[in-house]
């Protein structure tokens, strides 16, 4: 027996076996050793990466930035298939050495990959008593993992269509992109203030989902959503600029809300910067510059909000939002999602982009607010 031989497959063994249990079934610590698949996801999304910053921004360049997220998953699981059959062939390899005629490493590895999937041909057999033993194990090991990665996939859909859910729903009250002063015009102008309440309550929620979620499963931060000028750090973006506008004080609408949903907020943000290892980036150029603050102060006046001190609003806003746009913008460079403005484009939502999409928002727009 080769006992170096045994001691390398239990130890790769072992590896990809916590790995792999920490990235299925265990809820991921915010504070725990660095992993294989932290590196794994930092070298292959640093590769494409770069090929999609020299793609022309456009369709092209989202289309294939968004299909790392599914390709990276295949790739993970293939690289931890590969671990285990290398592991358990290592392990016959150096259990076979004792023997007459000892087989080839190729030819343990090529016996690992038969046992691992079951397939069993019988052209190459385990000879001693334990290395039945170890056959037995990888074949049982084998079936679990296939078992756990069918069950897995689901669970990383349901999470992500939960999230992109959100996302959506964003669309009609923030516009497409969504922005801040789109959200609380849009609920100003119909005297709906009240329904922002609502909304922020349940954006709380969804943060917090966020961080249980993509901490446990980080390879969902790199799915991307169906339409290129959404995504969930731009919806996460303009809710958190939402609550730094109420939080800067308007005339008679209320801050509790936005005072419980801004921490959440940027709670998730700093762990997810903290767990991809991402340092904070101030803005080039200022997202808020002050010709366009004077711009959201006149959209706001429009729909009837007015700072409750228009002299230092200015300065209380760039004090809130100095404690979370660096961490925002690390991300957007990271994960190469733009980060939409404060002021809404002047493009139409997702869900009016045609002709009869315009017509239906006219009778949107005309429909009554009180029911007769």
Not at 228 to 252: E, F, Y
Request: overall charge neutral; some cysteine.
């Amino acid at each position: 027996m080769s006992i170096l031989g045994v001691l390398a497959g239990l130890f790769i063994l072992a590896a990809v076996g916590i790995d792999a249990f920490e990235a299925m079934l265990l809820p991921r610590s915010i504070r725990r050793p660095v992993r294989f698949i932290r590196y794994f996801f930092k070298l292959t999304w640093g590769a494409w990466a770069s090929i999609g910053k020299r793609l022309q921004p456009g369709r092209t360049k989202d289309g294939f930035l968004s299909l790392y997220g599914p390709v990276s998953m295949i790739g993970l699981l293939i690289c931890w298939t590969f671990g285990l059959i290398l592991g358990y062939g290592l392990v016959q390899w150096g259990i076979h050495q004792s023997e007459v005629k000892p087989p080839t490493l190729l030819s343990a590895l090529y016996f690992s990959g038969a046992t691992f999937f079951t397939v069993g041909y019988g052209d190459v057999l385990p000879l001693s008593h334990l290395a039945k033993v170890v056959a037995v194990v990888e074949a049982g090991t084998g079936l679990a993992f296939l078992a756990v990665t069918i069950g897995y996939l689901p669970v990383l859909y349901q999470l992500f269509s939960r999230r992109e859910a959100h996302v959506i729903l964003l669309d009609a009250r923030a516009g497409s992109p969504p922005s801040a002063t789109a959200l609380i015009c849009r609920h100003g102008e119909h005297d709906a203030m009240d329904e922002l309440s609502g909304l922020f309550r349940e954006w709380e929620k969804w943060c917090a989902e966020l961080i249980e979620s993509h901490l446990s499963y980080p390879m969902l931060s790199y799915y991307r959503s169906q339409h290129d000028n959404q995504s969930w750090l731009a919806a996460i973006t303009a809710v958190m600029d939402a609550c730094a506008i109420l939080l800067t004080g308007l005339k008679g609408v209320k801050t509790f809300s936005a005072r419980m949903t801004f921490p959440v907020a940027r709670l998730a943000i700093v762990e997810l910067c903290r767990v991809f290892t991402v340092r904070m980036l101030m803005s080039e150029p200022d997202r808020l510059p002050p010709e366009e603050f004077e711009d959201l102060t006149s959209w706001l006046a429009s729909a009837g909000l007015h700072f409750s001190d228009e002299e230092t609003a200015e300065q209380r806003l760039a004090a809130l939002r100095a404690t979370y746009e660096p961490f925002l913008n690390a991300l957007s460079r990271h994960f190469l999602l733009t980060l939409p403005g404060w002021l809404p484009e002047d493009t139409p939502d997702n869900w009016n982009r045609s002709s009869r999409g315009k017509s239906a928002k006219k009778l949107v727009e005309t429909a009554p607010v009180q029911p007769l």
